[in-house]
């Protein structure tokens, strides 16, 4: 059974920076596509960012995009999500998601495994 595990996440200064990661168990990392979701209250889980299998296609929602970066290593079965000149709306629970697919999917419906996921906090 794949498991994933999140950690980093944090309460930082707007503007600041936070890198969280995603240790994954269970199965073969290679074969999975991973993704970050946040979810803010009261609401749905909302894309952030996917990675494929070998890392060569990375995706990011728009309001992210030049500020978080998404990477792999599939050696250590560990992906990252640096975040960097953070905002307020940055706050949320950041989850790691991961599906088996040849395609970078941004639906959470899609996404068969997910971690507990972690707080991000961001504080004028």
């Known amino acids: 059974q794949v498991q994933l595990v999140e950690s980093g996440g944090g309460s930082v200064q707007a503007g600041g920076s936070l890198t969280l990661s995603c240790t994954f168990s269970?199965?073969?990392?290679?074969?999975?596509?991973l993704a970050w979701f946040r979810r803010t209250p009261g609401k749905e889980r909302d894309f952030v960012s996917v990675?494929?299998?070998?890392?060569?296609?990375?995706y990011y929602v728009d309001s992210v995009k030049g500020r978080f970066t998404i990477s792999r290593d599939n050696a250590k079965n560990t992906v990252r999500l640096q975040m960097n000149n953070l905002k307020l709306e940055d706050t949320a629970v950041y989850y790691c998601a991961a599906v088996r697919t040849d395609s970078e999917e941004s639906s959470p419906i899609v996404y068969d495994y997910w971690g507990q996921g972690t707080q991000v906090t961001v504080s004028s």
């Open positions: 990675i494929s299998r070998r890392g060569t296609n990375t």
């Open positions: 269970g199965g073969t990392f290679s074969n999975y596509n």
